[in-house]
């Protein structure tokens, strides 16, 4: 979603990213730019700083005996990565992540691998108990640079109503 600049004072502008509840539409679909591409450096400390200690994610020469004779990007970069291209679109306004599902990994990554996403607007609804809320839930695809997929997932979120996200208040 391209910024929206919001006046908070004289001659004062800050800009806000995300969607109102009421910007959602089934069926819509938001390509996130730019791509990222994953270099060996952030895979090593991502897989490192998780404790996850699998020699396929940062040993070469254990990587060269296995299927993909490299190092793979771990799982947990390439879903973070994906997820963190769509927030400046989706939920940046977000009020709180209501949960993750049917996360799929069709194709392994790489170093040097780029990454592009997409998400699709699955489902919309307003809050039976916040009246000034929602909840939407998105389909999210992370594709490489020659176009496989190489993730999915959905993501279910709380999303505010026009005027009533934190960027709405302008004493933060």
């Known amino acids: 979603m391209v910024a929206v600049a919001k006046e908070v004072g004289p001659n004062r502008y800050r800009e806000s990213y995300g969607r109102y509840l009421e910007d959602f539409k089934t069926g819509d679909v938001y390509e996130h730019r730019p791509g990222r591409t994953i270099s060996?450096?952030?895979?090593?400390w991502f897989t490192l700083l998780t404790m996850n200690q699998h020699p396929l994610h940062f040993d070469v020469e254990y990587a060269a005996k296995s299927?993909?004779?490299?190092?793979?990007?771990?799982?947990?970069?390439?879903?973070?990565?994906?997820?963190?291209?769509?927030v400046s679109d989706v939920s940046q306004k977000?009020?709180?992540?209501?949960?993750?599902?049917?996360?799929?990994?069709?194709?392994?990554?790489f170093n040097g691998d780029t990454l592009y996403?997409?998400?699709e607007?699955?489902?919309?609804?307003?809050s039976k108990s916040r009246p000034t809320q929602g909840i939407?839930?998105?389909?999210?695809?992370?594709k490489n640079q020659k176009g496989v997929e190489v993730i999915s997932f959905e993501r279910t979120m709380l999303i505010p109503k026009r005027g009533h996200a934190v960027d709405d208040k302008a004493d933060y």
Not at 67 to 86: D, Q
Not at 94 to 109: E, H, K, S
Not at 121 to 126: F, P
Not at 136 to 142: A, E, F, N, R
Request: aromatic share 4%; glycine share 6%; proline share 5%.
């Open 40 to 44: 060996e450096t952030d895979n090593s």
């Open 67 to 86: 299927e993909f004779a490299k190092p793979l990007v771990n799982s947990c970069l390439t879903l973070s990565i994906v997820a963190g291209m769509s």
């Open 94 to 109: 977000t009020i709180a992540n209501l949960g993750w599902d049917t996360v799929r990994m069709p194709a392994p990554v």
């Open 117 to 119: 996403a997409e998400s």
């Open 121 to 126: 607007v699955l489902r919309i609804r307003e």
């Open 136 to 142: 939407v839930s998105i389909k999210t695809i992370g």
